[in-house]
């Protein structure tokens, strides 16, 4: 798939930044935002044609962005863009909702009244993008407003922490429904709420309830567009793997399915019931060492 995000436009080539940081953040983008599907294979040479680098800058952002979980590089496929287990999928959203509740507690109790202003103001601009049903505007608003809000919590192992977290998940919660955009940005604006109140528990439990709720309206398949699940597409993979086809298992011949005793031979008749042997026309003699 051709990269058309940030910028790639004017060709990373032509830009004066860090060559290796522009390829590693434009890769990172596209992953997050869900432009580089899941499972989807990442070709240097047309990489590096589309973002107009040469293969080496693209070979080391591959490599940083497979230290981040990102991507998946293997002898057998190559580069490609990470996949996750249901219960990876499943454990990343509960540690991720614990860590955002405890951030969202300090918010509240350090009161950075700078940093608030901060995220009122992504708060209003994220509400007037679903207001106007401006969706393609929420990603990068929703990554924002989650960046200032760790901030807000001034600890800066925790927002380490949680800028992982929110890349692995990302790739999970994207792309959402129009209706689960709209409740997300009302969940934001509750959560906010009670920072500014000083309310620890209530940011912590809103917090923490965000992402449960999100993370498992992807789980149960609520997502509109239809997507395959992250977990399903690593299921097919190991599959492929693995050489076990991905639908029905073939099936048997009538032969095989067919019960031993109804099975005939290749004449036409009957099997011989076990341990009878086919008749000579007299009765076979008494053992004569059998005991009587």
């Known amino acids: 798939m051709a990269l058309t995000t940030g910028t790639a436009k004017r060709r990373l080539g032509e830009a ?7 390829v590693v953040a434009e890769l990172r983008q596209a992953i997050l935002s869900g432009q580089l ?9 047309r990489l590096a044609d589309q973002l107009g680098v040469s293969r080496n800058p693209v070979r080391e952002a591959i490599r940083a962005l497979a230290s981040e979980g990102l991507i998946e ?9 990470a996949t996750m287990t249901e219960q990876e999928a499943r454990e990343t959203i509960e540690l ?25 103001t992504v708060l209003n601009r994220g509400s007037a993008a679903v207001a106007a049903k401006r969706f393609d505007q929420l990603f990068d608003l929703n990554q924002l407003f989650h960046r200032e809000l760790a901030a807000a ?9 949680l800028q992982k977290l929110r890349e692995r998940t990302s790739m999970l919660f994207s792309p959402l429904d129009p209706g689960r955009q709209a409740r997300s940005w009302e969940e934001h604006a509750a959560i906010l709420r009670a920072i500014i109140k000083g309310d620890e528990r209530a940011a912590a439990t809103l917090a923490a309830e965000h992402v449960m709720r999100a993370g498992m309206d992807f789980l149960v ?3 509109a567009g239809g997507e395959t699940p992250l977990f399903l597409l690593a299921e097919q993979k190991n599959k492929r793997l693995e050489g076990i086809p991905q639908g029905n298992a073939p ?3 009538s032969q095989q399915n067919a019960s031993p005793a109804n099975r005939k031979t290749r004449s036409g008749s009957a099997p011989r019931p076990p341990g009878r042997k086919r008749s000579s026309g007299s009765r076979p003699k008494p053992n004569a060492t059998a005991s009587s």
């Open 16 to 22: 004066h930044s860090s060559l290796h940081d522009q």
């Open 37 to 45: 599907k899941p499972g989807e294979r990442l070709v240097e040479g």
């Open 73 to 81: 590089v293997t002898a057998r496929r190559g580069a490609a863009v």
């Open 96 to 120: 991720r909702a614990l860590l955002e509740g405890q951030n969202a507690r300090l918010a509240a109790r350090r009161q950075d009244k700078q940093i608030i202003k901060r995220i009122e």
């Open 153 to 161: 919590g001034k600890n800066t192992v925790l927002g380490d922490l």
């Open 221 to 223: 398949g609520l997502n």
């Open 251 to 253: 099936r048997r011949s």
